[in-house]
């Protein structure tokens, strides 16, 4: 859904203009061009008659009535909507649009007749034409005839009702779209707000221990507590952070944890390539992977624990993998982690939602250790690298 939006933004000033006046401009130079095409069809046939004036006319005006039939059938698929269910609805449709078709057409040749001359007009529009201005007697037992020629003459209308249904149908996507965009961005909400006082209440606790026995180191872990709060407070509403800051939050998260498991854990934190100033990536997305391997290994036992976090930056695109090791007393029943909490299955929904295909997300466990690894490219000024 997301790549759809996505291919579509180039077209969005021409499908959804913003003001209307912009909006009536499109409409009119569409309607100027479907006439002024059908019109060249027939100027190799017909070149002598488009030289008159009156005829010229004529022809424009047969091409226009496809105007008032198509706004007409908008209006009317508009009230069917939320009374009618398909299929229904598209057998209404087909009934209206053949009797406005109809109707439009019968006082179009009721113009001609009275005001141009039926002789002026082609040999065709002639037959056509007397057959329209029949009386009702005279009408019976050749209405299949004009019935006939109503459904073939509708082709014409094909082109622009298409394009409206597309537009339709990519509005319904857009909405749907939003719909779950809204939705997920209440749950990452919800989600940031449960992080930061679960993470305050643990340094506090850490703090609490530490005084006794360790003053200083006590001081230590409040300066950095201090700086991720900071952190949290007026960055963590942003939809993207720079990559340099989300990697320090995730360097103060580690060395917090390190100093207050550093006697049952052992932590490594390393990553590689140059980070630029222009790379960004969606908020505590790298975090939340940080935080649910402490949350399910080393804060889930007292035994030893290993905590293994990898990034590596190659151009536009950053690999970043975390590893832990499982309680011992889960090491028989392997789960999926990602069924533990919302954290990584909000990752996953936020992945497809800004990066439609453009990704890797991928979790393996064995009995002893669970690893996720996460491939993405960089977003950087409103562009997202593509795959070759």
């Known amino acids: 859904m997301e790549t759809l939006t996505e291919e579509l933004y180039t077209y969005r000033k021409v499908l959804f203009p913003a003001t209307q006046s912009r909006r009536v401009l499109i409409h009119c130079a569409f309607w100027i061009l479907f006439i002024v095409f059908h019109l060249l069809v027939f100027l190799p046939a017909h070149q002598d008659r488009l030289t008159d004036r009156q005829v010229l006319f004529s022809y424009i005006l047969y091409y226009g009535r496809y105007?008032?039939?198509?706004?007409?059938?908008?209006?009317?698929?508009?009230?069917?909507?939320?009374?009618?269910?398909?299929?229904f609805r598209l057998i209404w449709m087909a009934v209206f649009v053949l009797i406005i078709f109809h109707i439009i057409?019968?006082?179009?040749?009721?113009?001609?007749?009275?005001?141009?001359?039926?002789?002026?007009?082609?040999?065709?529009?002639?037959?056509?034409?007397?057959?329209?201005?029949?009386?009702?007697?005279g009408f019976r037992g050749r209405d299949w005839l004009?019935?006939?020629?109503?459904?073939?003459?509708?082709?014409?209308?094909?082109?622009?009702?298409?394009?409206?249904?597309?537009?339709y149908s990519i509005s319904l996507v857009s909405e749907e779209y939003g719909r779950r965009e809204q939705k997920l961005r209440s749950e990452l909400k919800y989600m940031r707000s449960q992080l930061t006082p679960h993470f305050i209440f643990n340094i506090l606790n850490a703090v609490s221990v530490e005084i006794r026995h360790s003053p200083k180191k006590a001081v230590d872990i409040l300066f950095k507590a201090a700086d991720m709060i900071r952190f949290s407070i007026y960055d963590i509403e942003k939809e993207f952070i720079s990559l340099k800051k989300e990697?320090?939050?995730?360097?103060?998260?580690?060395?917090?944890?390190?100093?207050?498991?550093?006697?049952?854990?052992?932590?490594?934190?390393l990553t590689q390539g140059?980070?630029?100033?222009?790379?960004?990536?969606?908020?505590?997305?790298?975090?939340?992977?940080?935080?649910?391997?402490?949350?399910?290994?080393?804060?889930?036992?007292?035994d030893r624990s290993q905590v293994s976090i990898l990034g590596e930056i190659s151009g536009d695109w950053l690999t970043f993998e975390v590893t832990n090791?499982?309680?011992?007393?889960?090491?028989?029943?392997?789960?999926?982690?990602?069924?533990?909490?919302?954290?990584?299955?909000?990752?996953?929904?936020?992945?497809?939602?800004?990066?439609?295909?453009?990704?890797?997300?991928?979790?393996?466990?064995?009995?002893?250790?669970?690893?996720?690894l996460l491939k993405l490219p960089l977003h950087s000024g409103g562009h997202l690298v593509r795959f070759e």
């Not at 057409?105 to 002639?126: C, N, R």
């Not at 109503?150 to 249904?165: A, E, H, Y």
């Not at 439609?356 to 393996?364: A, L, P, T």
Request: some cysteine; glycine content about 4%; hydrophobic content about 40%.
């Open 105 to 137: 057409t019968m006082a179009l040749f009721q113009f001609y007749s009275h005001k141009v001359g039926m002789e002026k007009l082609p040999a065709g529009f002639q037959k056509i034409g007397k057959l329209y201005l029949l009386s009702f007697e």
């Open 67 to 87: 105007i008032p039939v198509y706004y007409l059938t908008i209006r009317f698929f508009r009230f069917l909507r939320s009374r009618v269910r398909s299929p």
């Open 274 to 302: 140059d980070v630029l100033e222009e790379h960004r990536v969606p908020t505590l997305f790298l975090v939340t992977l940080v935080e649910n391997a402490f949350k399910h290994s080393v804060h889930a036992t007292a």
């Open 325 to 372: 090791t499982k309680p011992a007393k889960r090491s028989a029943e392997p789960t999926n982690r990602a069924s533990e909490g919302i954290g990584l299955a909000n990752i996953k929904k936020t992945l497809a939602l800004k990066f439609g295909r453009n990704y890797s997300f991928d979790i393996s466990q064995d009995t002893e250790t669970f690893s996720v």
């Open 247 to 269: 990697l320090h939050y995730v360097q103060q998260y580690v060395e917090l944890e390190s100093m207050r498991t550093s006697h049952r854990s052992q932590i490594c934190f």
């Open 146 to 167: 004009l019935f006939i020629y109503n459904v073939s003459d509708l082709q014409l209308l094909v082109l622009p009702l298409s394009i409206k249904m597309i537009k």
